[in-house]
């Protein structure tokens, strides 16, 4: 086996991502670091290498124990990264999701598309 990786691929097969196309996205979005250091899908990971993948609101760290290019069972996982999230980023997937409410005149109709352009953006800002 090499001494190293595609990212986009390591994330898949350690299950970071359900899809490799999804992983690919990530890398492009800037969503994932190595040892600080935005990544592109084809970058190298090295073993002793420290991930971090932002997914939502949580930013997942992972140590890689060793190379992998097949995607594996989970109980496999750990013989390949370490998970090394910190229990407050964890906290994040259980905290209660803030829910906002619009209220709008009885009889008003639609939002126009101005007013759901600015539903849509208050949205998103609230998922990064």
Not at 3 to 8: K, L, P, V, Y
Not at 71 to 94: D, W
Request: overall charge positive; some cysteine; glycine content about 6%.
């Amino acid at each position: 086996m090499s001494d190293s990786c595609r990212i986009d691929k390591y994330l898949w097969s350690i299950r970071a991502f359900k899809t490799r196309s999804e992983a690919t996205d990530a890398c492009n979005g800037n969503k994932v670091q190595i040892d600080g250091v935005n990544a592109k899908p084809s970058k190298p990971v090295k073993i002793g290498d420290v991930i971090t993948v932002r997914k939502g609101t949580v930013t997942y760290t992972y140590k890689v124990l060793q190379l992998a290019v097949n995607r594996m069972g989970a109980s496999l996982v750990p013989e390949f990264a370490e998970n090394e999230t910190p229990e407050s980023e964890l906290a994040k997937l259980h905290a209660p999701a803030q829910t906002i409410q619009f209220r709008r005149e009885r009889g008003t109709g639609r939002p126009t598309k101005k007013e759901r352009r600015e539903i849509d953006a208050l949205m998103e800002s609230l998922e990064d």
